[in-house]
Antibody, heavy 117, light 107 residues
Framework: EVQLVESGGGLVQPGASLKLSCVAS????????MSWVRQTPGKTMEWIGD????????NYAPSLKNRFTISRDNAKSTLYLQMSNVRSEDTATYYC??????????WGQGTLVTVSS | DIQLTQSPSTLPASLGERVTISCRAS??????LNWYQQKPDGTVKRLIY???TLESGVPSRFSGSGSGTDYSLSISSLESEDFAMYYC?????????FGSGTKLEIK
């Protein structure tokens, strides 16, 4: 069974950095492209970016590419999202997703990030 | 960016009723569209990919159709577990974009 478990969310101050993790199990992590998606408190869904199965290529939403970095450690079956200089509008639930026959076939349960002073 | 206009935003419906949710793209997306269901606990599930292909294990009362800029998700006979949020996603062009969501609620 495919499982994606995000962690690392919490309350963070504006301007700070935060790193989210997603531990994958139930499949060979190194075989799949992975992505991050977030959902705002107003329920808007936003694609953040993707990373190729070997980590050699990443693609980001233009509005986020200067502050967010996606990486992976295939030996640990873990996906990461490094967030820097966070803003109030980054407050959201962050989901880790996996590709299969197209985009976002599997989702984790999400981790909530709240940006507030 | 491709905008997806999803309607209605809220859809009151009754058990056993047939409903349809619309997703209109700002330009042609050549059937590059998925549908997702989100339950109140936040769990997200892909229902349909490539416009009309039903995800394994998804009940056959769900169906998708469309072409060009206009797409729809239909549920033929609503069951209690279908009351949830629904989103469309286009992947024809980066950046990938979602519709604003439809809340399917009990009338």
């Amino acid at each position: 069974e495919v499982q994606l478990v995000e962690s690392g969310g919490g309350l963070v101050q504006p301007g700070a950095s935060l790193k989210l993790s997603c531990v994958a199990s139930g499949f060979t992590f190194s075989d799949y492209w992975m992505s991050w998606v977030r959902q705002t408190p107003g329920k808007t869904m936003e694609w953040i970016g993707d990373i190729k199965y070997d980590g050699s290529y990443t693609n980001y939403a233009p509005s986020l590419k200067n502050r967010f970095t996606i990486s992976r450690d295939n030996a640990k079956s873990t996906l990461y999202l490094q967030m820097s200089n966070v803003r109030s509008e980054d407050t959201a639930t962050y989901y880790c997703t996996r590709m299969q026959l197209g985009w976002f076939a599997y989702w984790g349960q999400g981790t909530l990030v709240t940006v507030s002073s | 960016d491709i905008q997806l206009t999803q309607s209605p935003s809220t859809l009151p419906a009754s058990l056993g009723e047939r409903v349809t949710i619309s997703c209109r793209a700002s330009q042609s997306i050549s059937n590059s569209l998925n549908w997702y269901q989100q339950k109140p606990d936040g769990t997200v599930k892909r229902l349909i990919y490539s416009t009309s292909t039903l995800e394994s294990g998804v009940p056959s009362r769900f169906s998708g159709s469309g072409s060009g800029t206009d797409y729809s998700l239909s549920i033929s006979s609503l069951e209690s577990e279908d009351f949830a949020m629904y989103y469309c996603l286009q992947y024809a062009t980066y950046p990938l974009t979602f519709g604003s969501g439809t809340k399917l609620e009990i009338k």
